[in-house]
């Protein structure tokens, strides 16, 4: 089975703080992404991977980075938390260009609460 | 626009109705459509894919019209465990790119 894992299931961080948020995923894939989710408006996408070292702006990447230093592990960095930044944080990865109904898998989530 | 649209739901459904699902995506080109299901408070997980010709998983009937932008899912026989938020992902190219609709949640009741 595929593992996706996140380093925490819940984090509390004060304003100002930077926050590293880790993934790791076990099955060799190319692909790594890291979403936010916040009700009403879905999962959007704030940076992805494609390769060690290689990183694509999603949809809000402002106030993020992230880092891939090696392929089964994707960093997210917020610089300085904010509280517009609590939300849930989904990693998930997929294996590169597989061909039709390549999937995403994801891990169980970081709940992040910034005060 | 945006570029996956759903149902805005909720569905509150009673155990053993059918209940049907539908998607709409704005980018011809999207390579590969799939349906998620998503508890409360977990990961999103694969439901299933969806193939051109449509396929059918036990009492879930998915269907994508190229043509017309438009996937759909049926559930027959719904169960209470059926409860959850169903995501509508269109795949841009082929194992990147993933874009999800909003979700549209679906209660089933006793």
């Known amino acids: 089975d595929v593992k996706v894992t996140q380093s925490s299931r819940y984090l509390v961080k004060r304003t100002g703080e930077k926050v590293f948020l880790e993934c790791v995923q076990d099955?060799?894939?190319?692909?790594m992404f890291w979403y936010r989710q916040d009700p009403g408006l879905g999962l959007r996408l704030i940076y992805f991977?494609?390769?060690?070292?290689?990183?694509e702006k999603g949809d809000i990447p402002e106030g993020y980075s992230v880092s891939r230093e090696k392929k089964e592990r994707f960093s997210l960095i917020l610089e300085s938390a904010s509280t517009n930044q609590t939300s849930m944080y989904l990693c998930a990865s997929s294996p590169g260009q597989g061909g039709m109904n390549t999937e995403a898998f994801f891990g169980q989530g970081t709940r992040l609460t910034v005060v | 626009r945006k570029e996956v649209e759903q149902d805005p739901g909720p569905f509150n459904v009673p155990e053993g109705a059918t209940v049907a699902f539908n998607c709409t995506y704005s980018?011809?080109?999207?390579?590969?459509f799939f349906w998620y299901r998503q508890d409360c408070r977990k990961e999103p997980k694969l439901l299933m894919s969806?193939?051109?010709s449509g396929n059918e998983d036990g009492r879930f009937t998915a269907q994508l019209n190229r043509a017309s932008q438009y996937i759909s899912l049926l559930i027959r026989d719904s169960k209470l465990s059926d409860s959850a938020t169903y995501l509508c992902?269109?795949?841009?190219?082929?194992?990147?790119?993933?874009?999800f609709g909003p979700g549209t949640r679906l209660s089933v009741l006793p």
């Open positions: 969806v193939y051109s």
């Open positions: 992902v269109v795949n841009i190219w082929y194992g990147q790119n993933f874009v």
């Open positions: 980018n011809s080109a999207s390579q590969s």
């Open positions: 991977s494609y390769d060690v070292k290689m990183k």
């Open positions: 099955m060799d894939h190319e692909n």
